[in-house]
């Protein structure tokens, strides 16, 4: 499987033999957070449709995935995100098949409906307590 950082806010996910690799169209690119968000959720959607062409007995070597995304302000975050597959091979009639199958992502899920946030400090060693006066 191969991710191509297309933009500062796009990526391509192609299936290509081999380990996962990450290539930029640039040297200046670099793989951020918001390529690693759209990763997860391009590598899962593709594994989840996969998996169903392998059991409809479909061919899935020419799909492709690409996965956009826009920010929004106040605060700074990602506020849409559009993901486009491009499957060639698959017959027309599978066509709404696929899309409901690409929706049942885990990650898809999640950010439709996300889940509870918490952020804490982890402390890595103990804070030294003042010692206890001597009892009178």
């Known amino acids: 499987m191969k991710?191509?950082?297309?933009?500062?806010?796009?990526?391509?996910?192609?299936?290509?033999?081999?380990?996962?690799?990450?290539?930029?169209?640039?040297?200046?690119?670099?793989?951020?957070?918001?390529?690693?968000?759209?990763?997860?959720?391009?590598?899962?959607?593709?594994?989840?449709?996969?998996?169903?062409?392998?059991?409809?007995?479909?061919?899935?070597?020419?799909?492709t995935i690409e996965v956009h995304w826009t920010f929004a302000e106040d605060p700074r975050r990602v506020d849409a995100i559009t993901l486009t597959f491009d499957w060639p091979s698959l017959p027309e009639r599978r066509l709404a098949a696929a899309q409901r199958v690409a929706e049942m992502c885990t990650i898809h899920t999640t950010l439709k409906h996300p889940p509870a946030m918490a952020i804490q400090a982890a402390r890595t060693r103990a804070v030294p307590q003042p010692a206890a006066a001597p009892a009178t």
Do not use: K
């Open 3 to 63: 991710i191509t950082l297309l933009s500062d806010d796009a990526i391509r996910l192609t299936p290509e033999p081999g380990p996962l690799t990450i290539e930029a169209e640039s040297v200046e690119q670099t793989y951020s957070p918001f390529h690693m968000l759209a990763s997860s959720l391009a590598t899962c959607t593709f594994s989840v449709m996969y998996s169903w062409a392998t059991h409809a007995d479909l061919r899935a070597d020419d799909l």
